[in-house]
């Protein structure tokens, strides 16, 4: 690119973006002006249909003067019939009516009246007729009781004479009057309804400018759009120049993806990494629990050798199943430490699932209860059962970091026939399946497009162990199997893995020897809250061992009961991570139904944990001998005896 081209871009840039700016204002100036038009236009027209509308209320409300002015002088004269008919023939029911229609008469004054309450010359007259009326009304009375007293004669005469009286002359010419100013009225409003309605016809003409004015604004706009093309022409001769610039981020971007598939393959390794961590953390735990159950039997074999034999093979029987477990962890350790691919064996998937129940547990963590159903009917596959163990070690990992390190996980395998094509594609017959099923966060549809692909992963950066579900499919389609994913958004996961059915005889699973008891006796009533049977049963035995009462607890959620039930409890014992609840956890709940309870925590995780990290109270790590238990209950009932004197001696103080 030349020199010329790089300083005429710029220069170019600057011009379209001040045409650009150009454009907008225009654009917001004709529409500012159009808005104000709007406004002005609904306003007035607005206000001249409220005027026209004010007109045609007032036409109407004189009409309706003129009708009932009408209408009075009708009533009147029926009044007056009525009374006269009454005279001639003495039919009380023409008195009624007369007396009746000269009521509403009345009324009718007292309606004109209110209805022409803001026209002061109407209201003068109204009061004229209204003093009339009572004039004529007292009048038509007198007929009215001579008539009814049978004055016939006087009645007749005085009805002839009442024809004639000034009242019924000031009747009919106050009736007269009203009527004709409200005729004068009437013409007065209907002007100004005419003039209403030219207003109108004005603002038409006032909308018909507007029209204009949106005609003008549509040209300009054009005009505007033909300047856009204009400048979209110019841009167009400039794109040979930004070629060569798009061939030089190309080449950037090249170098920037090279660079980030390095940082992924640090990255994947990192996690590797992690991985084994996490998995050497559960691997120590075990470890240290096997060696509690070990240390533990020696120890209470060896006080009891010479006083009851019997308990003392016991004690010996459970250091040897100890040990016998921690045997066969390592071998299995060693196993999963080979990198080369071991030849394939007939593998039942039931009894490899329940043989690595142990070691998911240990690298899961106690927070995931993890539950194998085995319904499998004794179906095997032939495979490579160390790289299964691999892959299925892998999903359930994946799982945990999907349910954020607590949740349910659950291993099924079963036997079923497919159809060709029924999953991926697959050929027809018998495959045994390995379904592992989390509650986590599920995925959404994108991401389940996507999940097999290598590098894809949805983890933050730390989190994995890098081994990703691409691994899982590549070996799965190996075997000439086949993968499923079921998932949905809050509904968790659920990978399915297919492998063809071999017809021979699975490897048998190698049976763990039981655990079990020990006794000796008590001062202090202690509960024992601990997830791993064995180790419960050797810290029990431990205890009675140094004359303790125990109430043995395996479940930290069932222990707030445990306590409410046994109120004589002194001490809690608890481990550090359990299912379902942690240890502090536990001992929080219980402090606040009991804050005289003495606690003490047992743990066998390696790490730099101390005191201060489980609330002040006391920590004793596994594997521990008898003697350790000893002065660690002494201790922690040492210390909340101190405390809770402590607190007695501040109270007394304060009073």
Known sequence: MSGTEAYATPDFGVEQSSAAAWRTVTLAVIALLGVSVLVGLILTLSNANRQRDEARQRQSDSYEVMILTRTLAGTIADAEAALGRYVISGDRNWGAKYSERWQVAGSQIEKLRRDTIDNPDQTQTIAQLDTAYQARGAELDLIALSTRYKKNNQALGLFYRAGTAPSLAQ????????????????????????????????????????????????????????????????????????????????????????????????????????????????????????????????????????????????????????????????????????????????????????????????????????????????????????????????????????????????????????????????????????????????????????????????????????????????????????????????????????????????????????????TPAATLDILVVEDDPRVLAATIGALEELGHRTIACDDPLVAPDVLAGNPALSLVISDVLMPGRTGPEMVAGLLRQRPDLAVLFVTGFAGEANEAEFGGHGMLRKPFTIAALEAAIHAAATATRAGAEANAEQDIAAE
């Open 171 to 518: 009747i009919t010419a106050s009736l007269d009057q009203i009527s004709a100013r409200e005729h004068a009225l009437l013409d007065r409003r209907t002007t100004g309804a005419m003039q209403a309605v030219a207003r109108s016809n004005d603002v038409a003409k006032v909308l018909a400018m507007f029209g204009v004015l949106i005609v003008i604004g549509a040209i300009v706009l054009g005009w505007l759009m033909v300047q856009a093309l204009r400048f979209e022409a110019m841009a167009q001769s400039e794109t040979a120049a930004e070629r060569a610039r798009a061939e030089e981020l190309e080449i950037a971007v090249a170098d920037a993806t090279a660079e980030l598939r390095a940082q992924e393959a640090r990255l994947r390794q990192v996690q590797k990494m992690e991985a084994i961590g996490q998995l050497t953390g559960g691997i120590a735990h075990d470890f240290n629990n096997m060696l509690a159950v070990v240390l533990g039997g020696l120890e209470l074999a060896r006080r009891q050798i010479a006083c009851d034999s019997e308990a003392a093979v016991r004690h010996i029987d459970s250091a040897t199943e100890g040990a016998h477990r921690a045997a066969a962890l390592t071998k299995r350790l060693l196993a999963f430490s080979r990198e080369e691919a071991l030849r394939t064996e007939a593998v039942e998937p039931g009894a490899l699932v329940a043989g690595m129940s142990d070691l998911l547990d240990r690298t899961l963590g106690d927070a995931i209860r993890v539950e194998v159903i085995d319904a499998g009917s004794g179906w095997h596959t032939r495979i490579d059962r160390h790289q299964l163990e691999n892959v299925i070690l892998n999903l359930a990992v994946n799982a945990r970091d999907a349910m954020d390190g607590r949740g349910q996980l659950t291993i099924t395998t079963a036997g079923t026939a497919l159809c060709a094509g029924a999953v991926g594609a697959c050929a027809a017959g018998e495959y045994v399946s390995i379904a592992v099923s989390d509650s986590g966060s599920g995925m959404t549809p994108a991401v389940m497009e996507r999940v097999f692909e290598p590098f894809f992963t949805t983890k933050p950066i730390g989190k994995g162990t890098g081994l990703g579900l691409s691994q899982v499919f590549a070996f799965v389609r190996q075997a000439e199997g086949e993968v499923a994913l079921r998932s949905a958004p809050g509904e968790g996961t659920t990978v399915t893995l297919y492998l063809p059915r071999h017809a021979a005889e699975p490897v048998p699973a190698v049976a763990a020897p039981a655990a079990q008891d020990a």
